[in-house]
């Protein structure tokens, strides 16, 4: 006679590996905090140089050719957590390696940095990318996760009044696929990358002009899309809205 007891079991038959299960998601959150540790701290030299380019120039200089991969990381890590705006990193890229490979190392480090995250997210879900986001930045975006498209998260990234180093977590746990929101990322953010690494350059050569028409436009086009932030992210909700109404219909057909 047989008295060994049966498996508790889920509602479908098969038997719950709770623990395994929990033990897979700790080890990969571990690796993750490491990740975003490295990256973050790959960022911290770079804090102190902000207001000096001649040291800026110094620190990359004296990695010789590794100067580009370093600034490379530099770019990824802001992604993350960094406390270095992506306009900062851009206009430095400018400063300098020149308008196009500026432009070019910017993407690189940028669209890295925003991979991670997405794979990140995806991974390990929305308890990973609430850590980073906070609850009020989650509770804002949080329809995107449902019906926030590629279009959608473009309009975001290619406005400058959103979060988007934030949204780039959210973005993780939508149904869209890695590669459309790579690159979402690289195309939503390259006018971003283009505009401050001609800044860079401009600086570098000591182009007043050029500073002054960068700097009065990108002012223009700040306050315009301030002044009309509301009305811009009410349309994206429509238009996400909309996309939900087409899935809800094309899922009860």
Known sequence: MNDAKPLPRSADGNAPPKRPFRNAVAAQLVIAVIIIAVLALASLPFLSFLGDPERISRFIAGAGPWGPLVYILIQAGQVFAAPIPGQVTGFVAGFLFGPVLGTVYAAIGGTIGCALVFFLSRRLGRPFVQRFVGPRVMERFDYLTESGGALILLLIFLVPIFPDDLISYIAGLTRIPLYRLILVAL???????????????????????????????????????????????????????RKRGRLTAGGDG
């Open 187 to 241: 195309f939503g953010r390259l006018p971003g990358y283009v505009l401050f690494a001609v800044a860079g350059s401009g600086a570098a050569a000591a182009n007043m002009t050029l500073l002054i028409v960068i700097a009065v436009g990108t002012l223009v086009f700040l306050g315009a899309a301030f002044w009309q932030r509301h009305q811009i992210e009410a349309f994206i909700r429509r238009l996400s809205e």
